[in-house]
């Protein structure tokens, strides 16, 4: 039987290596979500290379493209989704809380919490026609509170943490329906986003130890999906990094 993976943000980065990683499979199908097709050459080659991959248009922050999004999924899932991996996020993140503007927190709380959130809401009916039933919240470290590092990320920490409630929260809701729902740390992964943050931290140890503690897209996609592969009903609620180890909340 077809598995069903349901990735959003898989244009580039850290979403595009898992759907990549993904499509080296068989007997899996994978709906890749961006915000504009026309725009997502590496996925459209990838499609027409594979067979394996549909492209779905979405952007989790918009609501009008939430509530677009059944009708597209009635086409290309029919049958249920068994794996939904949140993977669409903003990051915008060096500023305090003092100065980090009212745009700043808006936008990241509603790409990285409210987005997933109402994107699951689509989705359950549709994981509900499958018994694997796992959603991945892909998170960060930055999110822990146990393991709190003191740098300033306002705004990105603070949506990271909300969505790692969030899983928790669904982790109690559909635990009776033999839901799996974790919150994921891909790792410090060398993407566009990670070279912009790097240009913008005035901190050579700071830049040092992360560039230390880099890795690429695809070792991340890699590692995580060994992470989701190996879920059990035991893992629920829980908060894992890529390598498998669990962090704090």
């Known amino acids: 039987m077809t598995e069903v993976y349901f990735v959003t943000g898989a244009n580039r980065g850290i979403g595009y290596a898992v759907v990549e990683e993904l499509s080296k499979r068989s007997n899996v199908k994978i709906i890749a979500t961006v915000?504009?097709?026309?725009?997502?050459?590496?996925?459209?080659?990838?499609?027409?290379?594979?067979?394996?991959?549909?492209?779905?248009?979405?952007?989790?922050?918009?609501?009008?493209?939430?509530?677009?999004?059944?009708?597209?999924?009635?086409?290309?899932?029919?049958?249920?989704?068994?794996?939904?991996?949140?993977?669409?996020?903003?990051f915008d993140c060096l500023y305090t809380v003092k100065d980090a503007p009212r745009h700043i927190w808006i936008n990241h709380y509603k790409t990285n919490v409210l987005g997933p959130i109402l994107v699951y809401q689509v989705l359950y009916p549709?994981?509900?026609?499958?018994?694997?039933?796992?959603?991945?919240?892909?998170?960060?470290?930055?999110?822990?509170?146990?393991?709190?590092?003191?740098?300033?990320?306002?705004?990105?920490?603070?949506?990271k943490a909300a969505l790692n409630y969030t899983g928790k929260e669904l982790s109690s809701e559909l635990e009776a329906e033999n839901f799996i729902?974790?919150?994921?740390?891909?790792?410090?992964?060398?993407?566009?986003?990670?070279?912009?943050?790097?240009?913008?931290?005035?901190?050579?140890?700071?830049?040092?130890?992360?560039?230390?503690?880099?890795?690429?897209?695809?070792?991340?996609?890699?590692?995580?999906?060994?992470?989701?592969?190996?879920?059990?009903k035991e893992s629920t609620g829980k908060f894992f990094s890529y390598d498998g180890s669990e962090i704090p909340w």
């Open 35 to 90: 915000r504009s097709i026309e725009k997502a050459e590496n996925l459209i080659s990838l499609k027409n290379k594979t067979g394996n991959v549909e492209i779905v248009s979405l952007d989790v922050s918009s609501e009008e493209s939430v509530d677009a999004l059944d009708e597209q999924l009635q086409k290309v899932a029919p049958d249920g989704i068994d794996v939904y991996i949140s993977n669409a996020a903003h």
């Open 181 to 232: 729902v974790i919150s994921l740390h891909p790792g410090v992964v060398a993407t566009d986003g990670a070279d912009d943050f790097k240009a913008k931290v005035n901190n050579p140890a700071l830049i040092e130890a992360f560039e230390q503690l880099s890795i690429t897209p695809a070792t991340s996609a890699i590692k995580q999906l060994e992470v989701i592969d190996g879920l059990t």
């Open 126 to 159: 549709y994981l509900v026609k499958k018994e694997t039933r796992k959603i991945i919240f892909i998170s960060s470290s930055g999110g822990s509170i146990g393991q709190y590092f003191p740098l300033s990320i306002s705004a990105y920490g603070q949506s």
